[in-house]
């Protein structure tokens, strides 16, 4: 009789271990599965926040902003202008430049000299 309450308890022992096993790959399984979920909790947190700003305070800032910039875009067109005053002359000089040189090659070739190429 002692053999076959050994056998039940042996039994019941090796049903336990098993029962232990299981729970432990389930605990991993489960572990790995949701051991990020607090940093992903966090990333998918939203909060939404909009302010009511009056009309007027917007009209305000947007004055204020072309007061700033105005000045400075000004400063800019000034400069654009005096650069391209500075090109329409340097394309003149040229002009005139190229129109002499070829006076000077058109008298070269009449007077018998040698152009070179």
């Known amino acids: 009789?002692?053999?076959?309450?050994?056998?039940?308890?042996?039994?019941?022992?090796?049903?336990?271990?098993?029962?232990?096993?299981?729970?432990?790959?389930?605990?991993?399984?489960?572990?790995?599965?949701?051991?990020?979920?607090p940093?992903?909790?966090?990333?998918?947190?939203?909060e939404r926040i909009f302010e009511v700003v009056p009309?007027?305070?917007?009209?305000?800032?947007k004055s204020s902003l072309a007061?700033?910039?105005e000045p400075q875009?000004?400063?800019l067109l000034k400069k654009a202008d005096a650069s391209i005053a500075r090109l329409e002359r340097r394309e003149k000089n040229l002009i005139a430049k190229a129109q002499l040189q070829e006076v000077r090659l058109q008298q070269a070739t009449r007077t018998g000299f040698k152009v070179l190429s």
Do not use: H, P, W
């Open 1 to 37: 009789m002692a053999s076959n309450y050994q056998y039940s308890l042996q039994g019941c022992v090796a049903s336990l271990k098993a029962s232990c096993s299981l729970l432990e790959s389930s605990i991993n399984s489960l572990d790995e599965g949701v051991r990020d979920f």
């Open 39 to 46: 940093r992903l909790k966090t990333v998918l947190q939203n």
């Open 55 to 61: 009309e007027s305070e917007v009209n305000t800032i």
């Open 67 to 69: 007061g700033e910039v």
């Open 73 to 75: 875009i000004l400063d």
